[in-house]
Antibody
Framework: EVQLVESGGGLVQPGGSLRLSCAASGFTFTTYWMTWVRQAPGKGLEWVANIKQDGSEKSYVGSVKGRFTISRDNAKNSLYLQMSSLRAEDTAVYFC?????????WGQGTLVTVSS | QSALTQPPSASGSPGQSVTISCTGTSSDVGGYNYVSWFQQHPGKVPKLLIYEVTKRPSGVPDRFSGSKSGNTASLTVSGLQAEDEADYYCNSYAGSSNVIFGGGTKLTVL
């Protein structure tokens, strides 16, 4: 059974940092692109970043470039999102998602709240 | 990079068909056959309905179908059922490893 379990969310002050993790299991992690998607409260889905199987290619939505860094540890079947210089508009549930576009498997999400 | 354009709302009666559009540009929807559709019920995780424009994952009823013409992709839900009431999102590959989502459409079953 495919499982994606996010952790690391919480309350952080504007300008602060947070690192999200995603533990993957039930599939061969090294054969899939991995993606972070977020959803602000009451809003739609927004693609945040993705990373190629071997970590050699990464891409980000414009609003997080230079502030967020996506990475993966294939030995640990884990995906990460390092977030810095956080803003109120980054408040959202962050989903760990398998694949690049055809996203069949999603984690349950972890809530990040940026507020003073 | 603006979101793909979806109508904010759509509606239909049980048994009817409804089509939701997803309009982009030649740099995303029109340029690649990598359009997916997702269904999201309140408080739930999005569910993949359609990928690569027309393909359905195992277990998705054939009442859900996808198509594309030019820069616009469409999701058609046939034989509407009460459980189809949900939010629907499209996404598309947009080149250089980028992906873009639509703004979402709230489907109401009357």
């Amino acid at each position: 059974e495919v499982q994606l379990v996010e952790s690391g969310g919480g309350l952080v002050q504007p300008g602060g940092s947070l690192r999200l993790s995603c533990a993957a299991s039930g599939f061969t992690f090294t054969t899939y692109w991995m993606t972070w998607v977020r959803q602000a409260p009451g809003k739609g889905l927004e693609w945040v970043a993705n990373i190629k199987q071997d970590g050699s290619e990464k891409s980000y939505v414009g609003s997080v470039k230079g502030r967020f860094t996506i990475s993966r540890d294939n030995a640990k079947n884990s995906l990460y999102l390092q977030m810095s210089s956080l803003r109120a508009e980054d408040t959202a549930v962050y989903f760990c998602v398998r694949g690049q576009v055809a996203n069949l498997y999603w984690g349950q999400g972890t809530l990040v709240t940026v507020s003073s | 990079q603006s979101a793909l354009t979806q109508p904010p709302s759509a509606s239909g009666s049980p048994g009817q068909s409804v089509t939701i559009s997803c309009t982009g540009t030649s740099s995303d929807v029109g340029g690649y056959n990598y359009v997916s559709w997702f269904q999201q019920h309140p408080g739930k995780v999005p569910k993949l309905l359609i990928y690569e424009v027309t393909k359905r994952p195992s277990g998705v009823p054939d009442r859900f179908s996808g198509s594309k013409s030019g820069n616009t992709a469409s999701l058609t839900v046939s034989g509407l059922q009460a459980e189809d009431e949900a939010d629907y999102y499209c996404n598309s590959y947009a080149g250089s490893s980028n992906v873009i989502f639509g703004g979402g459409t709230k489907l109401t079953v009357l």
